[in-house]
């Protein structure tokens, strides 16, 4: 992959995310969840706001990076939760537009803004049957420290039967899918 041209426009990319597994690079610099703030901040610098939800307990604050499309979860001051946004997005709270990333890495393929799943799947040489699919996206689980999950916003079609507010859905349209919004990664924590 190193070798393509597509591969040698990402590498002249500003912000450069490189997901693999239980590898997680930006611009070259590994990170991981459970980091510290401080330890954060030293990758991907200090130009980041955050905010407190009124849903949240006082110890969990987000911050978010709009210029990197990126956003975080801070629990007692570790990262817990880690978003990266492929698509330009507008988060209604905290009133921010998030910058979509062009080009990342994932699972050593490239994944383009305007790839739709299937398209991601095939040139990955996997298949459906190989991960989670939820109506909201996909799921990938890896067995790290703990078990590491990315789920990637893409919504998923349904074959349909029936018309207006009454209809059945089917099978899921794995031919027709969506372009990634975002990818949510966290660790699996079963209570």
């Known amino acids: 992959m ?8 990402f590498m002249t990319q500003e912000h450069r995310f490189e997901l693999n597994g239980c590898n997680l690079k930006y611009n070259d610099k590994p990170f991981e969840l459970g980091m510290s703030m401080q330890q954060f901040k030293e990758i991907f610098g200090n130009e980041t706001s955050s905010y407190q939800s009124e849903f949240q307990d006082e110890n969990t604050i987000k911050y978010f990076w709009k210029d990197l499309g990126l956003k975080i ?11 990266i946004y492929i698509q330009n997005t507008y988060l209604e709270y905290p009133n921010v537009h998030m910058m979509g990333n062009r080009t990342i890495v ?11 799943m299937h398209e991601y799947i ?17 799921t990938f689980r890896y067995p790290c420290n703990k078990e590491l999950i990315y789920f990637l916003d893409s919504p998923v079609s349904y074959y349909r039967k029936g018309g207006g507010h009454l209809y059945i859905s089917g ?3 794995l031919e027709e899918t969506n372009e990634v919004k975002s990818i949510h990664i966290y660790y699996d924590e079963k209570i």
Not at 2 to 9: A, C, F, M, P, S
């Open 171 to 173: 099978d899921w349209k």
């Open 73 to 83: 979860t801070v629990f007692n001051s570790h990262i817990t939760h880690i978003y």
């Open 2 to 9: 190193n070798d393509t041209l597509e591969y040698q426009k």
């Open 106 to 116: 994932f699972n050593d393929i490239l994944l383009n803004q305007t790839d739709k």
């Open 122 to 138: 095939k040139r990955a040489d996997t298949t459906f049957d190989e991960i989670g699919i939820k109506s909201s996206g996909y």
